[in-house]
């Protein structure tokens, strides 16, 4: 029985809609750089940060050219000269476009991974926390490794995504991002929820946390659900899974942007109402105390970036660290979380 969706079929709709998300992300990512250009007298440039964001948008525009020449190839210069035709092009894992292919989307997972793995660890500020999702991250670069080598010397009469020689790396590969990404996202949102709870007790008002719990969650939501739905394709030997696997490409840059975009705004939002800082004594609290922070002015820490404000503000309306505090509290006990990081 000849599968609902042929591999040219599947070529063609991975094409257009790769394209569509690729277009997206493009501008995110042009948006996330006039984010970061517009705050840079606020805070610190995290070139770190930039760096990844560049080097996503670069793998997905390659891995989007790759395509592009693959599909050439299959139906006008390669694939009509085949005795199969362009299904047997597109069906040879082993040629060159969809090695490259592989390896370009495995190096933009092992960033954004890495990238969230960083995240979480800025928030604790403790590696054992995230001990495991690191041992994940290493597991998914040797699983990236050996699927990339079993690619190049697949058999070009066993040589389809489905074969053991490549399959068991291919489930592996799924299997150990959705965990990694999914344990680092789960302790990252986790922090963010307790400082949340935490910090309402200092304020009433709409805490500034909101926003970020909740693009950091839909986020981590997008991604899960795209490498689940191509794990199970892939388990149930869908073609379906072609399609999926280019469509994974811009997705990566546009989940990675989402929360520079999302913070960047918000924070935007803040600075420009006018006396947020002075508004409650939380905040007044924690801008007094930020001095005794080991990490010092230069990050911003004030539980949440939304409530910083350049040095010539604070020149200007100098807060007393004299503010009278709630007798169950204090300071000290409040929960630090390093937002600044979470943007470049």
């Given at each position: 029985?000849?599968?609902?969706?042929?591999?040219?079929?599947?070529?063609?709709?991975?094409?257009?809609?790769?394209?569509?998300?690729?277009?997206?992300s493009?501008?995110?990512?042009?948006?996330?750089?006039?984010?970061?250009?517009?705050?840079?007298r606020?805070?610190?440039?995290?070139?770190?940060?930039?760096?990844?964001?560049?080097?996503?948008?670069?793998?997905?525009?390659?891995?989007?050219?790759v395509n592009?020449?693959?599909?050439?190839?299959?139906?006008?210069?390669?694939?009509?000269?085949?005795?199969?035709?362009?299904?047997?092009?597109?069906?040879?894992?082993?040629?060159?476009?969809f090695?490259?292919?592989?390896?370009?989307y495995?190096?933009?997972?092992l960033?954004?991974?890495?990238?969230?793995?960083?995240?979480?660890?800025?928030?604790?500020?403790n590696?054992?926390?995230?001990?495991?999702?690191?041992?994940?991250?290493?597991?998914?670069?040797?699983?990236?490794?050996?699927l990339?080598?079993?690619?190049?010397t697949?058999?070009t009469?066993?040589?389809?995504?489905?074969?053991?020689?490549?399959?068991r790396?291919?489930?592996?590969?799924?299997?150990?991002?959705?965990?990694?990404?999914?344990s680092?996202?789960?302790?990252?949102?986790?922090?963010?929820?307790?400082?949340?709870?935490?910090?309402?007790?200092?304020?009433?008002?709409?805490?500034?946390?909101?926003?970020?719990?909740?693009?950091?969650?839909?986020?981590?939501?997008?991604?899960?659900?795209?490498?689940?739905?191509?794990?199970?394709?892939?388990?149930?030997?869908?073609?379906?899974?072609?399609?999926?696997?280019?469509?994974?490409?811009?997705?990566?840059?546009?989940?990675?942007?989402?929360?520079?975009?999302?913070?960047?705004?918000?924070?935007?939002?803040?600075?420009s109402?006018?006396?947020?800082?002075?508004?409650?004594?939380?905040?007044t609290?924690?801008r007094?105390?930020?001095?005794?922070?080991?990490?010092?002015?230069?990050l911003?820490?004030?539980?949440?970036?939304?409530?910083?404000q350049?040095?010539?503000?604070?020149?200007?309306?100098?807060?007393?660290?004299?503010?009278?505090?709630?007798?169950?509290?204090?300071?000290?006990?409040?929960?630090?979380?390093?937002?600044?990081?979470?943007?470049?």
């Open positions: 029985m000849a599968p609902m969706l042929s591999l040219t079929d599947a070529a063609i709709i991975s094409t257009v809609l790769e394209a569509i998300l690729y277009g997206f493009l501008l995110m990512f042009i948006f996330t750089l006039w984010i970061v250009l517009q705050n840079r606020r805070r610190k440039l995290n070139h770190g940060m930039v760096g990844a964001a560049c080097a996503i948008l670069a793998l997905s525009t390659a891995e989007m050219i592009v020449i693959r599909v050439r190839d299959g139906f006008l210069v390669i694939g009509p000269r085949l005795p199969g035709g362009p299904e047997q092009f597109f069906r040879d894992v082993s040629s060159s476009t090695v490259i292919k592989s390896c370009l495995n190096t933009q997972t960033i954004l991974d890495g990238v969230v793995i960083y995240r979480t660890y800025v928030v604790w500020q590696v054992w926390i995230v001990l495991v999702p690191i041992l994940g991250w290493c597991g998914l670069l040797s699983a990236s490794i050996g990339n080598i079993a690619l190049a697949a058999s009469h066993s040589g389809d995504v489905f074969a053991v020689q490549t399959g790396w291919i489930t592996a590969n799924y299997a150990i991002t959705l965990a990694t990404n999914l680092s996202t789960s302790l990252l949102a986790y922090r963010i929820w307790m400082v949340k709870r935490q910090s309402a007790r200092f304020s009433s008002t709409n805490n500034p946390l909101s926003p970020i719990l909740r693009v950091v969650i839909e986020s981590g939501a997008i991604y899960s659900l795209t490498i689940t739905t191509a794990l199970v394709a892939f388990v149930s030997k869908s073609n379906g899974v072609y399609v999926l696997l280019d469509m994974i490409s811009p997705i990566i840059s546009i989940v990675f942007n989402m929360i520079t975009v999302r913070v960047g705004l918000a924070s935007d939002q803040r600075l109402a006018p006396g947020t800082i002075h508004q409650s004594a939380f905040s609290e924690v007094a105390g930020i001095n005794n922070y080991p990490y010092g002015n230069s911003a820490i004030e539980i949440t970036q939304y409530i910083e350049d040095n010539e503000s604070v020149q200007e309306t100098p807060i007393t660290p004299t503010v009278v505090k709630p007798a169950s509290v204090t300071f000290s006990s409040a929960p630090s979380v390093l937002l600044s990081q979470l943007e470049p």
